[in-house]
């Protein structure tokens, strides 16, 4: 069984993490499919480095297309590099023939947008398949199966077909076939884009215990950035067939470097200006304007009175115009967006203020 996976143990970004403590590693890995007629050749990942930490939840993120399954089939060997490394617990397996493929695929499960259940066969029946094909003794798949059907939480459905399941417990009975031969790896396909909204929470939150409790090591792969915000220790942003970022989720959610990470993150970290606002906003400020402020609050200072305090202690109202508070890789993350007098001293008090909470806030401009 793999140790937990401490979040606070890996530094933001560019910090490597050491080949010992990565399940999963590319180096400079690309893929280069051919085309039909032999005509050109489409690039689909091109110098690929990333680490999954032994024990980490890290979610690849990217829009259709940007290579996001090709990347996850090579951890597999459903797809091969076209060059570069592929190393799982250390082993180089980029060479391996189809016949080590099958033995490793053991160690790795997979879970996929549609499920992939056979029609034909009970729940039971489809979480024990990956058993009966190790081979394993009758009596231990029975014991094995009604383990993981525990687990998933479909005891009472053993006997159903997939046919008269909801998209929920398909998942269920996939992550429980996943599961079936003990891996240290599990990779997910877009596992929650078939779901609606309440359904998806309560999958992430059962890939989450499988994560924690059983130690097991989840690479995912997503175009939806709240699966991202919801469950991932680390974060890689894909953009065609590259990694434009990667780091912490909480750094990479609060801090984002690349425009298509920020462009990602504003739908769950950003509030909006109200446009009957935006229209109004000058960059000077005239006589009598109000400064409009956006302030971030991360970890710790997410809970702080901010708003209070600014108003007892530097005497100014603070109105606040919008505002949520988040979490963020179980991290609290707030943005408020507030409007305060644009005029000295009350303005240079505000400004200190922040400072001395240790708040980032941002000037968006000034309105009458
Ligand atoms: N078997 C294939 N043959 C040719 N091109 C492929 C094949 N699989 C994927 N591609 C191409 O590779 C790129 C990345 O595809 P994919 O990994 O499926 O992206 P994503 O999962 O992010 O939507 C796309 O341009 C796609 O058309
Ligand atoms: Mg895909």
């Known amino acids: 069984m793999n140790a937990p996976f401490r979040p606070d143990a890996f530094s933001v970004g560019a910090v490597p993490i050491p080949i010992a403590e990565a399940a999963i590693r590319f180096e400079k890995v690309g893929k280069v499919f051919p085309t039909r007629r032999g005509q050109g050749a489409v690039t689909a990942l091109e110098g690929i480095d990333l680490s999954v930490p032994r024990g980490a939840i890290l979610g690849v993120i990217g829009r259709s297309g940007a290579g996001k399954s090709t990347l996850i089939r090579l951890v597999n060997g459903l797809e091969r590099a076209s060059s570069g490394r592929i190393l799982l617990e250390g082993e180089d397996v980029t060479g391996l023939t189809e016949a ?6 053991r160690s790795t499960g997979m879970i996929f947008q549609h499920f992939n259940l056979l029609s034909s066969r009970t729940v039971f029946d489809n979480v024990a398949l990956p058993l009966e094909i190790a081979g394993t003794p009758k009596g231990e798949i029975i014991a094995r199966v009604a383990r993981l059907l525990d687990l998933v939480g479909l005891a009472d459905k053993r006997g159903r077909y997939p046919a008269e399941l909801s998209g929920g417990q398909k998942q269920r009975v996939g992550i429980a076939r996943a599961l079936a031969t003990d891996p240290k790896v599990l990779l997910c396909d877009e596992a929650t884009s078939a779901l609606d909204p309440e359904t998806t929470q309560s999958i992430l939150a059962l890939l989450k215990r499988v994560n924690r409790e059983l130690g097991i090591t989840i690479l995912l792969i997503t175009h939806e950035i709240p699966v991202i915000k919801e469950i991932c220790d680390r974060v890689a942003v894909i953009e065609g067939g590259r990694i434009v970022e990667e780091g912490e989720t909480f750094a990479v959610f609060t801090r984002p470097r690349h425009p298509t990470t920020a462009r990602f993150v504003e739908t769950v970290t950003g509030v909006e200006l109200p446009p009957h606002l935006t229209e109004r906003l000058r960059t000077e400020p005239r006589e009598g304007d109000n400064a409009l402020l956006r302030i971030t609050f991360t970890g710790e200072n997410a809970t702080a009175p901010v708003i209070s305090r600014l108003s007892s202690v530097v005497g100014v109202d603070v ?7 988040d979490a963020i890789a179980g991290q609290p993350f707030g943005s408020l967006l507030v409007s305060v007098p644009a005029r000295d001293p009350e303005y240079s008090a505000v400004l200190g203020a922040l400072k001395s909470l240790e708040l980032k806030a941002e ?4 309105v009458s």
């Open 100 to 105: 080590g493929w099958r033995a490793r695929r």
């Open 319 to 325: 109105n606040i115009l919008a505002g949520r508070i």
């Open 363 to 366: 000037v968006l401009g000034h």
